[in-house]
């Protein structure tokens, strides 16, 4: 059986599991600490720790891999919206790796939960372009397709009638503007219409907490795309953090050169004495 730790990094919690891949179902039950009041990197980092350190015995030298609600390029967080801003242009996988002392994956925490979807969950399966959103704090989004994903989408943020999507749209808006779902489908219309016009996906999922109440809402949306609810839910990010570790420490043993250029030079002098 092959497994990986992951670890999804929110608003208000930190959450842990070890995740069976075979089954794409947690190995233990998970681990979850309040996110720091002030979520700076060396704070949040030490949260994260913790979990490791309660999973230790399970996991030995599995890949860790961690979510974090941002965008993460080659291991960099270019900019974040809902966390401290401490964690913008920070290299997070050297990071967290140096503070952990084990390799450790960083990637975005909406495309962590759209391949977990993709791979275990509502689209299983599906061929062609599939869009996972995550309606929580902020709008998450992962675009997948033929399961294979495009990372760092944020789809979020996209600005649709002089707006930044998510602040009108996300689960957030809801309960801040204390929208009824009729009035927050409205919102949802105008944005799953929007990313329908540009993308045509053959799928929308639909995740994040709220999810959990999807027959309130996903009913009233009219759309060509079918769209619906996420399976994994609350730990769509685990799996998809482990499941994308997993992937990243195998492309970088295939990266690994096996073979130097000094074992090569040392070689053909070794044959070339051979042969005088
Ligand atoms: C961030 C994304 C993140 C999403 C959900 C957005 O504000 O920019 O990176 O995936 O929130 O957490």
Do not use: C
Request: charge should be negative; charged fraction near 25%.
């Amino acid at each position: 059986m092959s497994y990986a730790l992951g670890i999804d990094i929110g608003g208000s919690g930190v959450k842990g599991a070890p995740v069976d891949l075979e089954a794409g179902e947690f190995a233990a039950d998970r681990l979850r600490i309040d996110t720091p009041a002030k979520s700076t990197p060396a704070n949040v980092v030490k949260v994260v720790a913790e979990i490791v350190a309660s999973f230790a015995d399970t996991i030995g030298d599995a890949p860790v891999g961690v979510t974090i609600p941002a965008p993460v390029r080659h291991g960099v967080v270019p900019m974040i919206a809902n966390l401290d801003k401490k964690w913008v242009n920070l290299e997070a996988e050297k990071f967290f790796s140096d503070e952990l002392q084990r390799p450790v994956t960083i990637v975005n925490d909406a495309d962590a939960a759209g391949v977990a979807e993709v791979r275990y969950g509502a689209a299983k399966g599906q061929r062609g372009v599939v869009i996972v959103t995550t309606l929580g704090t902020g709008i998450g989004s992962a675009v997948i397709n033929d399961g294979v994903l495009l990372p760092n989408t944020e789809l979020g943020h996209l600005e649709i009638d002089g707006f930044d999507a998510e602040k009108r749209a996300a689960a957030s808006a809801k309960t801040r503007e204390e929208l009824s779902y009729k009035e927050w489908s409205k919102r949802l219309q105008r944005y799953y219409e929007t990313l329908e016009q540009l993308f045509w996906p053959d799928l929308f999922v639909v995740g994040g907490g709220v999810s959990k109440q999807s027959d309130k809402f996903l009913p009233n949306l009219v759309l060509n795309t079918p769209i619906v609810p996420a399976k994994l839910r609350n730990s769509a990010g685990i799996i998809g953090a482990a499941v994308l570790a997993v992937e990243a420490v195998a492309a970088r043993s295939a990266d690994a050169p096996t073979h130097s250029h000094e074992d090569a030079v040392h070689e053909e002098a070794v044959q070339e004495e051979a042969a005088s």
